[in-house]
């Protein structure tokens, strides 16, 4: 009896032991997730200094966490979906994009808010590669340039095409050394900060609008993530796309088993992280290396690689978030409460 208790014991301690080895979650507990409640955490952003996390969604609240142990730090309310969050370079402020309140900055050491002077919504925005430029694309086929002292230097009106399904930026990002950007709707369009149209390219999947970008490390090209429905509600796959620097069209590569909401590269430019039906990491010529654990329909939609290329992480639908490390094994999660949608309406 008694040999038989130690041994008990020595098993439970091995088992301790190795979990606390290899810090990680293998399963998650599956739930039915209700989709009476509207709760999706639209945006998660590492700060460049590795320390915090930034989050947000229909809430309304953005929040600030220690990456370190997933603890709140501080959280702000901005009386608005929040659709983008973005880090300044560096780390003093983080630009935020919002459903109906335009864009606006969280200064870090202040704590005050400061919103751009300007009227609609906006899914798309990014800071060049040094700071001085942040832009905004929003939901009625405007682009705006504005200072790092929030000042209006351009204002592109780009001729909205009745031919194109939808006029709404919903994704943009700055070239990583240079000063031109991307930005999507059912179009791919190539600009530079002076505001004049570089490429238009075709978008190879053609009935889906596209709701991610990335430019990779090197700024020798990037990769578009599409939704995989068309305007009438067909089914068709969700694509990664790779275009060259100037635009020219390289490869499409399937895999994503729902809409491509966010991507994310490591700094190194060696992964590719997407956010969809689950996470999943890709070479940078887009070979799938890992995929995380499913978690019921609880899709991703915010994605982030922390600057040493070690971890990332996703924010959900069903209002998780989580921290992964490099080969898609979860280590850490926590579980926001839900709210029913009436009391925030249905936009």
């Known amino acids: 009896m008694e040999k038989s208790i130690k041994l008990i014991v020595r098993v439970i301690i091995s088992v301790a032991w190795m979990s606390s080895c290899t810090g990680s979650i293998r399963h998650i507990t599956q739930h039915d997730y209700d989709d009476s409640y509207n709760r999706q955490f639209w945006t998660a952003a590492w700060s460049p200094d590795n320390k915090l996390i930034a989050i947000g969604g229909v809430d309304s609240v953005l929040r600030i966490y220690h990456s370190s142990n997933l603890k709140l730090h501080s959280q702000y309310e901005i009386d608005s979906w929040i659709h983008a969050a973005k880090w300044h370079p560096s780390g003093n402020k983080l630009a935020f994009a919002t459903l109906d309140k335009y864009a606006g900055f969280l200064h870090i050491q202040t704590e005050e808010i400061e919103y751009l002077n300007s009227e609609g919504g906006s899914r798309a925005i990014g800071w060049s590669h040094d700071g001085t430029l942040f832009a905004v694309a929003d939901l009625e086929s405007a682009i705006k340039i504005w200072n790092d002292a929030g000042d209006l230097i351009k204002d592109i ?145 915010g994605i982030d690689w922390d600057r040493n290329g070690e971890k990332i992480v996703t924010s959900s639908r069903f209002k998780t978030i989580s921290i992964w490390d490099r080969n898609a094994i979860l280590l850490k999660r926590i579980d926001l409460p839900a709210y029913r949608k009436e009391n925030q309406g249905t936009r």
Not at 170 to 185: G, K, Q, R, Y
Not at 242 to 257: M, Q
Not at 271 to 297: C, K, Y
Request: hydrophobic fraction near 35%; proline fraction near 5%.
């Open 157 to 301: 009106q780009v001729p909205y095409d009745p031919e194109i399904p939808g006029k709404s930026y919903l994704s943009l990002d700055w070239h990583p050394a240079e000063n031109i950007f991307v930005a999507t709707n059912f179009q791919i369009n190539l600009f530079n900060a002076d505001g004049t149209v570089l490429k238009v390219m075709e978008h190879k999947n053609p009935a889906a609008i596209i709701l991610s970008t990335s430019w990779h490390p090197s700024g020798l090209f990037f990769v578009t993530g599409d939704y995989g429905y068309n305007s009438e509600g067909e089914n068709v796959p969700s694509l990664l796309h790779f275009w060259s620097k100037d635009g020219t069209y390289i490869r499409s590569v399937s895999g994503n088993k729902a809409e491509i909401r966010n991507l994310s590269w490591n700094h190194q430019g060696t992964r590719l992280a997407t956010a969809s039906d689950i996470l999943r990491i890709w070479t940078e010529t887009g070979e799938l290396l890992h995929e995380g654990v499913q978690d019921s329909n609880n899709k991703l939609w």
